[in-house]
């Protein structure tokens, strides 16, 4: 499961967004990971991608997940992208 189950996937991303804005890496494959699964459309990784920083990237990433589904999509993509610290972040809700 993505994230601290009892309190709702909105609340936890929202919670975590701005300290995983610093640690997710969106460039090298994620985006493609995320649009083959399903989880954003073309239009949205061409937004994600047209932000003007890597911390904006994952500011406009995270906003766009807002399901369980897509959550749990969104830590395969980070598994396969090589980002396991992220995963491990995510469901150790922020190391606490």
Not at 7 to 16: E, H, I, P, T
Not at 52 to 68: K, M, Q
Request: glycine share 6%.
């Amino acid at each position: 499961m993505c994230l601290a189950e009892a309190s709702g996937l909105s609340d936890s991303v929202m919670r975590l967004k701005y300290r995983l804005s610093d640690i997710i890496e969106p460039d090298f494959g994620l985006l493609d990971q995320l649009l083959n699964f399903h989880v954003l459309s073309p239009e949205q990784v061409t937004d994600v991608r047209n932000q003007t920083t890597v911390y904006r990237r994952n500011d406009a990433l995270l906003g766009l997940l807002t399901s369980e589904e897509q959550c749990s999509m969104f830590l395969t993509a980070l598994q396969n992208t090589d980002q396991q610290h992220v995963v491990n972040f995510i469901t150790e809700n922020g190391g606490q």
